[in-house]
């Protein structure tokens, strides 16, 4: 595993896909992928903020991340940057995205939840971006110039932020599983060397969707999470649209899975926690 770490992905190249899946394959057998799941699930419950993991109660994770990720973010952090009338609308706000991680929103709706404008919330969402703590998703539009869109995704830069608000646990095995690997997913697709921009596809049907597009250069990669036991077809069935509307020759999409491990074009199947691995 040692040397596979020094393997650097270009997940815009499918051959570098394609390398690295097979020198993983290599060094892990199918046969283990579930012992692999166990310990993503532990990282997805125990989070990246080690100051945490020694606190004994959800209550006692619940009001630190209350007080440090919420209250001083927008008392302290940001009324250096600008000054903000109303403090409580930024909390609700985080409070909102913490515990709605990968949920799509709409900026009238959200608004009108947190009891605020749209204008209002307009402003405040760079400011609440620049803190890290959240990280918005915008819809795949196919145009070189991105509109200002009324639709897009927020995501917890770490789920422990999720659960310290909700007080649930986030498994990997538990009822939020998809947002929760899907989280999970996003926040490693935007450490990837050579991504500019990452959104979400959506048929204007609704039909089919694609929870990332991952471009890198004049490519877009289509990337699916599914964290089931079965695969619905209708999972790979959005990748082959999405390539047959915006691919190009030799263009290919990745599936996470939970345990699927297909290494062959044009969709790369791969387990959540070997992805989880790449970047």
């Known amino acids: ?4 770490a020094e393997d ?54 619940s009001a630190f991340i209350d007080q440090q990720f919420v209250e001083r973010v927008t008392l302290e952090d940001l009324r250096l940057v600008k000054e ?7 909390h609700q706000f985080l409070r909102y995205a913490f515990a709605r991680t990968g949920q799509e929103y709409n900026l009238e709706e959200l608004a009108s939840l947190i009891h605020t404008t749209r204008v209002t919330l307009t402003e405040a969402l760079p400011l609440l971006l620049q803190t890290e703590l ?14 200002r869109s009324t639709h897009a995704k927020l995501y917890a830069a770490d789920l422990v932020l999720m659960q310290g608000i909700t007080k649930i646990i986030t498994s990997l095995e538990g009822e939020e599983r998809g947002r929760i690997a899907e989280t999970l997913a996003h ?23 694609v929870d990332f597009t991952v471009r890198v250069g004049s490519r ?47 969709i790369i199947e791969m387990p959540l926690p070997l992805f989880l691995l790449t970047a």
């Open 187 to 209: 926040n490693v697709i935007r450490l990837f060397p050579g991504v500019s921009d990452v959104s979400y596809y959506r048929e204007p049907s609704g039909k089919q969707e």
């Open 1 to 4: 595993m040692t040397k596979l």
């Open 220 to 266: 877009i990669i289509p990337v699916e999470i599914t964290y089931q036991n079965q695969i619905d077809g209708k999972h790979r069935a959005a990748i082959r649209t999405f390539l047959e509307t915006h691919g190009k020759p030799n263009s290919f999409g990745i599936l996470v899975t939970k345990e699927d491990w297909k290494i062959e074009q044009p």
């Open 84 to 90: 903000i009338r109303r403090p409580e609308i930024f």
């Open 134 to 147: 959240i990280r918005k998703v915008e819809r795949f539009t196919g145009k070189p110039v991105r509109l």
């Open 8 to 61: 650097v992905l270009d997940i815009g190249d499918v051959s570098s896909v394609l390398k690295l899946n097979r020198r993983l394959e290599e060094h892990i057998k199918p046969n283990s992928i579930q012992q692999w799941n166990r310990y993503a699930d532990e990282y997805a419950q125990k989070g990246g903020f080690p100051q945490l993991w020694t606190m004994a109660t959800a209550a006692e994770r």
